[in-house]
């Protein structure tokens, strides 16, 4: 009976553990990812990476020159220019209006294709190549630029389902965080030793909270793995990352408090009480005749 009591005990804080991290996710992606704001700054940050800047400028400069056939020639000299504007106010200002736009896109009910389309992107290519009027001539100030299209991706469409349902789900991370505190707590009622049910819980938050910072940290690479354009890869790593480092903190938080639990489990289970401790060495000290720390406190 005691060992069914352990396993269930057990069972309870694993599930526990994985309902708290389950619900700090849900938590964290309504704040970045279900936000049309927030999703707006970090596609906006994202141009910080270098592999996402360069493949953003290619992006427009081929998005530019397969519309206007006449550019082709002045492909090298539309491509630095697209590079020098990439880090511009004014390009950031367009990023961040077509990642408003794609954002209301993914979570319409009724939206089919989602597309991140740079509009007006000739205002700020002509202003780059203002020192070339000829060739800035040849560039319509109202051009837009398609930067990308989930369908581009491997499984791209169901990459924007699986979104849609999380923002779904995230209404229920209240749920999943309080549940997990429930069912630890519980786990720790049926247990006949609490203070090993509480040294496994502290150990699966370590644990789990750590095997999910690696799938989290890792799942750029992991989404970028069918990506046969090695710079579109790179750029998909490099807006994981942006989207996602926040949230990485947070998991390393919660496994350090994992570990605070391991440490004061261990310490209550070795007998380590410092109270005790303390009061043993007090009294020592007190009646230990001529004692010299006595005196001094004396």
Do not use: C
């Not at 490099?238 to 261990?266: E, H, I, K, R």
């Amino acid at each position: 009976m005691r060992r069914f009591r352990t396993v269930i005990a057990s069972a309870l804080g694993i599930v526990g553990v994985a309902a708290i991290i389950t619900g700090l996710l849900l938590s964290y992606v309504p704040r970045t990812i279900f936000d049309a704001d927030s999703f707006a700054d970090l596609a906006v940050a994202s141009l910080g990476n270098p592999d996402v800047a360069s493949f953003t400028a290619d992006r427009l400069t081929d998005a530019v020159v397969s519309t206007y056939r006449d550019l082709t020639p002045y492909r090298p000299i539309v491509l630095a220019a697209a590079r020098a504007i990439v880090d511009s106010d004014a390009f950031r200002g367009i990023i961040r209006r077509a990642a408003q736009t794609a954002h209301q896109a993914v979570f319409s009910k009724t939206a089919a294709d989602v597309l991140l389309t740079a509009s007006d992107i000739g205002v700020v290519l002509r202003s780059a190549l203002a020192s070339q009027p000829e060739l800035a001539e040849k560039i319509p100030a109202d051009a837009q630029a398609l930067l990308a299209a989930p369908g581009a991706l491997p499984n791209g469409d169901l990459m924007l389902d699986g979104m849609r349902a999380a923002r779904l789900l995230s209404r229920r991370r209240l749920v999943f965080l309080f549940s997990g505190i429930g069912l630890m707590a519980l786990g720790l009622l049926v247990s006949k030793r609490r203070l090993t049910a509480l040294l496994q819980q502290g150990l699966a938050l370590t644990l789990l909270s750590l095997a999910f910072f690696v799938l989290v940290r890792y799942g750029g690479e992991t989404a970028a793995s069918g990506v046969s354009d090695a710079k579109a890869a790179r750029a998909l790593v490099g807006l994981w990352n942006t989207f996602f480092d926040a949230f990485l903190d947070w998991v390393l938080v919660l496994s350090g408090m994992g570990l605070v639990l391991v440490a004061g489990s261990s310490s209550l289970l070795s007998g380590f009480r410092p109270m005790e401790i303390a009061g043993r060495a007090w009294r020592a000290v007190a009646t230990t005749p001529g004692s010299t720390a006595l005196n001094i406190l004396r």
